[in-house]
């Protein structure tokens, strides 16, 4: 008896390391991250997001696995690349890069928590039933980027008055396409200013739109928000300055990157917000105990070099009234 009470307990202590092992490694919260771009533009933002799910106490690698899904600027990857994450029973899901990440999110789930970044209203969106009270598994930021198109239209004009005709690039397959659209259009109207809406969903479309330009008799340019320009950026800005065409942009990133201009909340702070709601709703918050974030600050980023070499001079008040002067 004693003998065979000795096998059964080493037996049983022999298997709790495993077990215990592999309980550790379930109880660890997986965290999926969705976004339409790619991890090479977004590499800022990243930062931005971890830092604020450290400020929760949540370290990637740590106590916290993170599986990210980037679409790659291919918007109807993002319906897919949600259910997988979904069948991959995370915890949360982070829906970054606007409304079609959270979109698709809502559409692979109705249990998991989802944060979300938008830039249009979330209520019209149907992500959540009020600002304050969201209802539901979801919330997260609404930082106002595509809303202020018309914002945007107004300063490219005081940045180039004497333009016949504005152009505005814009991306006809994102979820806030129309309102854009009529933002652009009631502002052109307002503004009595010739608006034309040139349509790029694609590397090349871009490359189109700017060979356009001139054809047309556009002296200035406005890239609406939209996450897939971000990512492409570095193209964007390339042949704006190659075209020698006056553009403005809806972040500071693409400022910091070599554009003109831009005027736009900090899509830095709307990622750290994401890593705090997703922290905390892994700490057991529920989406209903936190409203959506709405950011107050507004940046006007304005970079001299690239003026120079457009050889335009940047007004004084828009000088004066800048957040950011780029030298």
Avoid at 20 to 41: H, K, Y
Avoid at 178 to 206: M, P, T, Y
Avoid at 208 to 230: E, H, K, N, W, Y
């Amino acid at each position: 008896m004693r003998r065979r009470k000795f096998i059964t307990l080493f037996g049983g202590a022999a298997l709790a390391g495993p077990l215990a092992a592999r309980a550790q490694q379930q109880a660890t919260p997986i965290v999926g991250f969705l976004n339409p771009s790619s991890p090479e533009a977004y590499a800022p933002m990243v930062a931005a997001f971890r830092k604020g799910l450290g400020e929760t106490g949540y370290v990637e690698g740590k106590n916290v696995t993170i599986e990210y899904r980037w679409a790659e600027g291919q918007y109807d990857r993002l319906p897919a690349l949600a259910a997988d994450l979904v069948r991959h029973q995370v915890t949360v899901i982070a829906a970054g890069g606007s409304d079609p990440s959270a979109l698709a999110a809502k559409g692979a789930t109705t249990t998991i928590p989802f944060v979300f970044i938008v830039g249009t209203d979330p209520v019209k969106l149907g992500l959540v039933a009020s600002l304050n009270r969201p209802g539901g598994n979801a919330t997260g930021v609404n930082f106002f980027i595509a809303e202020m198109e018309a914002k945007r239209l107004a300063l490219l004009r005081e940045l180039v008055p004497t333009a016949a005709a504005l152009g505005v690039l814009m991306n006809s397959k994102t979820a806030q396409a129309e309102a854009q659209l009529n933002d652009v259009q009631s502002a052109g109207r307002a503004l009595g200013k010739q608006i034309e809406v040139i349509n790029a969903s694609n590397e090349s479309d871009i490359e189109m739109a700017f060979a356009s330009l001139t054809q047309r008799g556009i002296g200035g340019l406005q890239v609406a928000a939209d996450p897939f320009f971000l990512n492409r950026r570095d193209q964007i800005i390339s042949l704006a300055t190659n075209y020698g065409i006056p553009a403005i942009y809806p972040n500071r990133e693409f400022v910091v990157s070599g554009g003109l201009i831009s005027y736009g909340t900090s899509i830095t702070f709307a990622y750290h917000q994401l890593g705090i709601y997703t922290g905390k709703i892994l700490s057991g918050s529920k989406p209903t105990e936190l409203p959506v974030v709405q950011p107050t600050q507004f940046e006007l980023v304005i970079n001299l070099k690239t003026a120079k070499t457009l050889g335009l001079t940047i007004p004084q008040t828009l000088l004066v009234a800048a957040d950011e002067v780029i030298e």
